[in-house]
């Protein structure tokens, strides 16, 4: 991380060791974060307005080693069905694009995948994902199993839900198994029917964000998220002004940011209630 | 009973091959998928896909009632669990049953019956399958074990009638290396399976591995569609499999293909299934077990016999009586299919996992590819390394041999380390040319003699 770096008094001394993980060198994963910092923070946005004003469904750049795809979600705007002919490949969320970036294998041959969808949950990753990524003011419930869902008997669009509330189950050849809210909110909408047939890590259930509700900011389906809440700030400060000298020779100029390290804690946990 | 929709509970290339066997005798085809494989061919292709699951294979693909859950889901009416994972479970098939689903494999109680090795080996012998001279049944004690063991005569491997992997085995030449192995042995197996009961069995060391492919149908009537040959193996993995076996003479092919219908129909099997053999330097031969299931090297057969064994399998399972009479099976040519593997030979065949850069298939003139590869696919690392099947037909063996030759180095690969240059020194090596290979061969001499050493074994 650059404060390690700044503190150390030499550009690659406090980083050895722990960060360098398997047999890439330093200078590969230095490469690579910019390149995901410029990935994320500057092609990401751009390419998600080109997409979405084209009117085209998929979008593919490439540039050095980087190759980045997305795709506009074929389905309606607010259901997340299962993959039908013709719509071979789902994006992550309805109504948005769903991002994924492809690295080529580094010197240890294990490529990394960067996964960026518009309002963060893919599968059962929901939080984690919306923690990693600028984060967004709503976040979903999704089917921790396939098999047939039923909400909790009166659950409605604007009923108020905590961390691991359960909003439902999903019935497993006579099993319930509970699907819980991933965040502290209140419920914007539905992506599916009481009945339905659910695969697991779909979407259901849309939770609006505690914080964002009070920002008195909702969101409107399908839109795309304007501003993201108000904390933590992208993970993008310029770097630290300590001995930002020139590196040793053979290695490259250090990160303008780190994203590497654990990611910020996710957004207004702590809302009101 | 009939099958219009099936559920194809498995991954990589099978399910790819199931899909297209669905798709030829016109059912409806979903692929359930663990989110590590979201973005497989299967997937992609499938009327319809689902995810049942994590990629860990025991809350997706090993999970039973995810996957039925997901056949009622979508609307289907069969599952096919292809091979490994679900596929010879007899629990899991009868949970289908009661689902009022179809199961594509033998019915439950075939399951059952032939689930338990020890007793389908003293079943097939009874109906007249020459099984490895060994003990009568499990050792009381030493002084037991000394008889029966100058009874069938040394070398012996001291079993356990438990488990598998060779926990629990020792190869013994002499009375006092048997006493020093019961107790070793017996230890090992109760710590492995809680369960020490030993037998003892002849070892034949330089053996070959012969399999017959058969199918029956639910009336009892059965046919062979010939054998094939698995003897190229690394520590008991197959790595490459031929057909006909080079180990026979015609005549005791036939008579080896005619006794296992024979005995597997007598003692009541149903659907496709496998007789897999050891075969000794003599040419004399002994049934080690029955596989209940579709087999990885199913296409060395359909290249000789010409007939889809998946869509096979599908129709008994319908409860269609079998299409054609022994009389119809025409055997042609000689097969062989290799294994392409996503492992490094240079690096004691370490699994590998990655994005597949570049990918082309070979052609050409008997020459079929099984694979669901395809450039931009990411390999994940969580289940086994099968990349695909390069399997070659020719007039005869020779013939064949120079077109695995030409196909192995036709295939395009790029951005995963595979097994390739292994097959090639195989097919270069003057064992497997001369067709004299045996199982422990690569063991014993070691991979890396068969890799750009200027000597070939």
């Known amino acids: 991380m650059s404060e390690e770096r700044a503190v150390g008094g030499g550009p690659r001394a406090g980083s050895d060791g722990a960060g360098a993980a398997g047999s890439r060198s330093e200078a590969d994963r230095l490469a690579d974060h910019a390149a995901i910092d410029r990935l994320t923070d500057e092609l990401l946005p751009a390419l998600i307005a080109k997409l979405g004003a084209s009117g085209l469904g998929e979008l593919e750049v490439r540039e050095g080693d980087w190759r980045v795809r997305l795709r506009m979600a074929a389905d309606g705007p607010d259901r997340a069905p299962m993959r039908r002919a013709g719509s071979p490949v789902r994006a992550g969320s309805p109504g948005t694009a769903a991002v994924v970036a492809t690295a080529p294998h580094g010197a240890a041959g294990t490529p990394r995948e960067a996964a960026a969808t518009a309002s963060g949950p893919r599968g059962s990753d929901a939080v984690r994902s919306s923690e990693a990524h600028p984060p967004r003011p709503r976040a979903v419930a999704v089917a921790p199993a396939v098999g047939v869902y039923r909400p909790r008997p009166g659950l409605a669009v604007g009923s108020r839900v905590r961390t691991g509330d359960r909003l439902g189950v999903v019935d497993v050849l006579g099993v319930p198994h509970d699907v819980v809210a991933p965040a502290d909110g209140v419920v914007g909408g539905s992506y599916v029917e009481p009945g339905d047939g659910v695969e697991y890590g779909q979407e259901l259930i849309r939770i609006e964000l505690a914080s964002a509700a009070v920002a008195g900011e909702p969101t409107t389906p399908g839109a795309p998220p304007r501003d993201p809440a108000p904390a933590p700030a992208p993970p993008n400060p310029a770097a630290p002004a300590g001995p930002a000298a020139p590196s040793a020779p053979g290695a490259p100029a250090p990160a303008p940011s780190a994203p590497a390290g654990p990611a910020p804690s996710a957004p207004a946990k702590e809302g009101p209630r | ?457």
Not at chain 2, 5 to 24: D, H, K, M, S, W
Not at chain 2, 272 to 299: A, K, M, S, W
Request: hydrophobic share 40%.
């Open chain 2, 1 to 457: 009973m009939t099958v219009s929709r099936v559920l194809i509970a498995n991954r990589g290339e099978i399910a790819l091959r199931i899909l297209r066997a669905c798709r030829t005798l016109g059912m409806g085809a979903v692929v359930a998928y663990s989110e590590a494989d979201r973005e497989s061919l299967a997937a992609q292709l499938a009327d319809e896909a689902i995810c049942v699951g994590p990629a860990d294979a025991r809350r997706s693909y090993l999970s039973a009632a995810a996957i039925i859950s997901a056949a009622l889901v979508t609307g289907c009416d069969a599952i096919h669990p292809g091979y490994g994972f679900l596929s010879e479970d007899a629990g899991f098939a009868e949970a289908v049953r009661d689902h009022g689903l179809t199961f594509v494999g033998p019915p439950p109680a075939v399951l059952e019956r032939f689930g338990n090795k020890e007793r389908t080996r003293r079943l097939l012998a009874e109906h007249g399958l020459p099984t490895i001279p060994g003990s009568e049944g499990m050792l009381r004690d030493e002084s037991h074990a000394l008889a029966e063991a100058s009874r069938v005569g040394y070398p012996l491997v001291v079993k356990p009638s438990a488990g598998g992997g060779g926990k629990g085995m020792r190869t013994v030449r002499t009375p006092r290396e048997l006493e020093a192995a019961l107790p070793v042995c017996r230890s090992e197996a109760r710590a492995a399976f809680g369960d020490d009961s030993l037998y003892l069995e002849k070892f034949l060391a330089e053996n070959r591995h012969v399999e017959v492919q058969v199918a029956v149908d639910a009336n009892g009537n059965g046919i062979h569609l010939g054998d094939r040959d698995c003897s190229v193996q690394r520590r008991h993995q197959k790595v490459l499999e031929e057909g006909p076996t080079p180990a026979l003479s015609p005549e005791r092919r036939d008579e080896l293909r005619g006794r296992a219908i024979d005995a597997l129909v007598a003692a009541g099997y149903e659907n496709v299934g496998t007789l897999e053999f050891l075969v000794d330097p003599d040419g004399d031969y002994y049934f080690i077990e029955l596989n209940c299931r579709i087999q990885v090297e199913h296409p060395v057969t359909e290249m000789l016999t010409g007939i889809d064994l998946v869509a096979l399998q599908l129709r008994i399972a319908a409860g269609e009586p079998l299409p054609f009479r022994q009389e119809d099976i025409r055997l042609r040519g000689h097969a062989i299919e290799m294994r392409i593997n996503a492992e490094d030979p240079a690096h004691d065949f370490r699994p590998q996992a990655g994005l597949v850069e570049r990918y082309l298939a070979p052609g050409g003139p008997g020459v079929r590819m099984d694979s669901h590869l395809f450039a931009g696919y990411e390999v994940p690392p969580y289940y086994d390394s099968l990349l695909g099947k390069l399997v070659v037909w020719g007039e005869d063996r020779e013939v064949a041999i120079a077109r695995a030759r030409v196909a192995i180095d036709d295939l395009v690969l790029d951005g995963v380390i595979t097994n390739r240059d292994f097959h090639r020194a195989l097919l270069d090596s003057e064992a497997f040319r001369a067709g004299t290979f045996t199982t422990a061969l690569l063991d014993r001499v070691g991979p890396a003699a068969f890799l750009g050493g200027p000597r070939r074994p």
